[in-house]
């Protein structure tokens, strides 16, 4: 008579295997989520940069000379907010710290990531009615090259 199935040892072996595939494979995916993460605050990035530049040219606020028309803010939450200031007489600026502006776009970074502009941490930039960084927001970077760090590793990123 013969019997059909598997033998004790042949499963042990087969969940051996299983599971060496497995620990060889982890630290290689959580590698490729890191980077994936990196490349998505890059992206994510270079669309505010990109959002905040295009509604500075538009300058509906009608603001001269190096004052501030729009902002991208980082919050200490990994939110980015591109802000644009609001027309008037004078116009008023965007302002980071006390979210003072109208919301063009939000985007929400990993919480792993960390942005850096030029040295130093990273929290708002601010551009002209010529679509240049402007340093008329005091606190704020007026680099255009940024470091994303996540999982220790730093990359360097120039947005334009």
């Not at 992206?43 to 028309?69: D, F, P």
Request: proline residues 4%.
């Amino acid at each position: 008579m013969k019997k059909s199935g598997f033998t004790l040892i042949e499963v042990m072996i087969v969940v051996a295997i299983i599971a060496l595939i497995v620990l060889v494979a982890a630290p290689l995916s959580g590698h490729w989520v890191t980077d994936a993460n990196r490349l998505e605050a890059e992206g994510q990035l270079n669309q505010a940069v990109g959002r905040a530049k295009a509604s500075a040219l538009r300058n509906y606020m009608g603001a001269t000379e190096k004052s501030a028309v729009t902002a991208i803010c980082l919050s200490s939450d990994n939110v980015l907010t591109v802000l644009e200031g609001t027309p008037g007489t004078p116009p008023v600026s965007p302002v980071c710290s006390s979210n003072t502006g109208t919301q063009l776009w939000r985007g929400k970074l990993h919480a792993n990531i960390k942005v850096k502009a030029a040295t130093a941490d990273f929290s708002c930039m601010c551009f002209d009615n010529r679509a240049m960084p402007t340093d008329s927001c005091s606190t704020c970077s007026t680099s255009t090259q940024f470091s994303l760090t996540a999982g220790g590793e730093s990359v360097p990123v120039v947005v334009h």
